[in-house]
């Protein structure tokens, strides 16, 4: 219980909103589609994961381990597609390094895919979990949202992460 009381006093520390981004992309990320009046489900992750798949307009979407949401994506919306490679989006609960590896290196990702985790401050291990793959190359830009974490792997943009309050 204590971590993630004193967690979230760090994250309200550190986070910033979006006068705080000087990335075009993520700007524009954070004001049209995670500000936006929407409101699409009383979760604050999920409520961000169904903005983000509208905003994107992801078509093609693997969910690992979270079979409830994959129900909530198809009722928003009919027309996703899921299991088809390559992936628009990746809904994870928990993720690793070496599991990241071998999804790019499977082809499963392009270079506008997203991985949203679920969580990632649910306990201690899930934290560590997030800052080894925030510092792997593979990924360009970070989102942390202290309800979830959002990863893209843009070679267009220079590595950085954000901490954002949604």
């Given at each position: 219980m204590?971590?993630?009381?004193?967690?979230?006093?760090?994250?309200?520390?550190?986070?910033?909103n979006e006068h705080g981004v000087h990335s075009p992309f993520v700007f524009n990320y954070v004001t049209k589609c995670l500000y936006s009046k929407?409101?699409?489900?009383?979760?604050?992750?999920?409520?961000?994961?169904?903005?983000?798949?509208?905003?994107?307009n992801i078509k093609n979407v693997e969910s690992i381990e979270l079979q409830n949401i994959n129900e909530l994506i198809q009722k928003q919306f009919p027309t996703i597609q899921?299991?088809?490679?390559?992936?628009?989006?990746?809904?994870?609960?928990?993720?690793?390094?070496?599991t990241l590896e071998n999804q790019i290196s499977e082809g499963k990702l392009h270079n506008d895919s997203m991985i949203w985790i679920n969580s990632i401050y649910a306990n201690k291990e899930t934290l560590v979990q997030w800052e080894a793959i925030i510092?792997?190359?593979?990924?360009?830009?970070?989102?942390?949202?202290?309800?979830?974490?959002?990863?893209?792997?843009?070679?267009?943009?220079?590595?950085e992460h954000f901490?954002?309050?949604?």
């Open positions: 204590w971590f993630k009381f004193i967690s979230y006093l760090k994250f309200l520390f550190k986070s910033t929407k409101k699409l489900n009383r979760d604050k992750g999920i409520n961000a994961l169904l903005k983000s798949i509208s905003y994107f899921f299991g088809t490679a390559p992936f628009d989006l990746i809904i994870v609960d928990n993720l690793e390094v070496s510092n792997s190359p593979l990924i360009s830009v970070s989102i942390n949202m202290h309800h979830c974490g959002v990863l893209f792997f843009r070679k267009e943009q220079v590595k901490t954002i309050r949604i």
